[in-house]
């Protein structure tokens, strides 16, 4: 290659990098104020980028030091988040198992949860026998893209920055260069940072109506700001029959499975909710019960229990492709926020886009089973569906205490059994603590027992030791 055109070729990968990582429209509209189509890109444009310094020039600034070192006599509170780059092979719906790439052998990675003003120190590092390298693209930080690169097998890197805005924000692997990821990142490559606002989180209010004197009229309820919390990511598998990635698949947008924190129908019924609500292990609850029976381990599906009254927050992610339609059937979204600013109040569905975001927080007022799905019937019948169970719905408390499983009546079946651990998140400014917590997850065999170690609850486990529910 001569100079001319390493160079061309140089400047042409900083403008694919930067229309893949800014979004194209971003990067259009600060070269020229109007739209181009990035593959009819010619010389002259080329040129021209070139005078200007480079694509990166026109890159957001660095709002946060990256310098670790400075930033650590700021008199902040830093945070540290350690990220291992690893490919494993994680098991799919229906027996099978697919190439995983991951962060720590789990899919989601690892929730980060800080409050606004903390600096964050991510240190990534890529084991010696690790097939490629990695990066770390994290959203909740704003420095130039630049700075971090991908880390070599055998290598460990590390940048700071200060968490300076309140939300819900993707992390995601950057590829090698850039390159492949896409395939990384839907591979599992996927996590979330929660960064909680300085002063708290609000008060919920939610509309109610009540009848006095023959009068209706509005009856506003106040919640307090602390809620039980639950994160859910949810993402799209594009897959060859071997369990690799399929590119062609994921342009053609012909996804194998729509997975909510990485499993497919991870959220339904099991034989255990078979045995108590029908007494035989094989009578199913549910239509399909793909992650059922002992032998699955963590993988073994779960619900997620809340009480009736309580503040429920609910961190949502969309890593995907695919817009999420997020619905809960029988529910209506007391609040929904965005960056710490209310969306929106008393919404039925709310719609997040790629890399996108909300801070749900609502009240369930009636004991049930309610629905969460992505309401694209396309996405519910291929795996984003999960069910919350308020309260005590089928009368089960005298049972449970008969069985000397519980004590005294329980507010929720949480106390019993424990929510599911990757749908709870880190506790922070006002979480209410979850009465147990379960191991479930598509995590390895190795991330499953240090979770044990600390205490979560190996169901699989412990519901062969239970006396009978009669
Ligand atoms: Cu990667």
């Keep these: 290659m001569n100079k ?46 070139r005078q200007m310094g480079g694509l990166q020039l026109v890159m957001p600034q660095a709002f946060a030091e990256v310098d670790c070192g400075a930033l650590e006599q700021t008199g902040r509170n830093v945070v540290e988040f350690n990220l291992t780059g690893e490919s494993v092979e994680l098991p799919i719906m229906g027996g099978k198992t697919y190439n995983a790439m991951t962060f720590n052998q789990q899919v989601p990675g690892p929730t980060l949860r800080v409050t606004q003003g903390d600096v964050v120190k991510m240190t990534l590092t890529i084991p010696d026998d690790e097939v490629v ?7 909740a930080s704003q420095i130039s893209a630049l700075t971090f690169d991908s880390v070599n097998p055998g290598e460990t890197s590390q940048f700071c ?22 395939q990384h990142v839907l591979s599992g490559m996927y996590g979330i940072a929660i960064v909680d606002p300085i002063k708290g989180y609000k008060k919920l209010m939610v509309e109610k109506t009540s009848v006095s004197g023959g009068e209706v009229s509005l009856d506003r309820q106040f919640y307090d700001a602390d809620a039980l919390e639950f994160t859910l990511q949810f993402n799209q598998l594009y897959l060859t029959d071997d369990g690799n990635y399929d590119a062609g698949a994921m342009f053609q947008h012909h996804n194998t499975a729509t997975v909510i924190n990485g ?24 239509v399909a019960q793909p992650w059922n029976g002992l032998e ?45 600013r209310v969306q929106s109040a008393a919404t039925e569905t709310w719609l997040l886009g790629g890399s996108q975001n909300m801070i749900v927080d609502l009240v369930f007022d009636e004991p049930g089973a ?54 709870v998140p880190p506790m922070g400014k006002n979480s209410i603590a979850h009465p147990a917590i379960n191991i ?13 170690d600390a205490g979560m609850i190996p169901l699989w486990e412990v519901i062969p030791t239970l006396p009978p529910v009669p």
Excluded: W
């Design 296 to 340: 699955n381990k963590q993988y073994q599906s779960q619900l997620l229990y809340v009480e009736n009254g309580q503040h429920v927050r609910l961190f949502i992610e969309n890593h995907g492709n695919e817009p999420v339609f997020f619905h809960i059937v029988g529910e209506i979204l007391d609040r929904v926020v965005q960056g710490n």
């Design 161 to 182: 920055y200060i968490a300076e805005a309140a939300g819900v924000f993707k992390y995601h692997c950057s590829g090698v260069h850039l390159v492949g990821m896409d």
């Design 440 to 452: 479930h997850g598509l995590y390895t065999d190795k991330v499953a027992s240090e979770m044990k």
């Design 370 to 423: 309610y629905a969460l799905v992505n309401h694209d019937y396309a996405a519910i019948y291929t795996g984003a569906l999960g069910l919350f169970i308020a309260g005590d719905p089928f009368g089960l408390n005298p049972r449970l205490v008969d069985a000397g499983i519980i004590e005294a009546p329980v507010a929720s079946y949480a106390y019993a059994l424990g929510n599911p651990s990757d749908a």
């Design 263 to 286: 499993m497919q129908f991870a959220y339904v019924p099991n034989m255990l909710h078979n045995i108590l609500l029908k007494g035989d292990e094989n009578k199913n609850i549910f």
């Design 4 to 49: 001319r055109y390493s160079m061309l070729f140089t400047i042409t990968a900083v403008a694919v990098m930067g229309a893949t990582l800014f979004g194209s429209t971003y990067t259009q509209t600060q070269i020229s104020g109007q739209s181009i189509d990035m593959s009819q890109i010619k010389h002259d444009m080329m040129d021209k980028i």
């Design 133 to 139: 390298g990695h990066g770390n693209d994290m959203h």
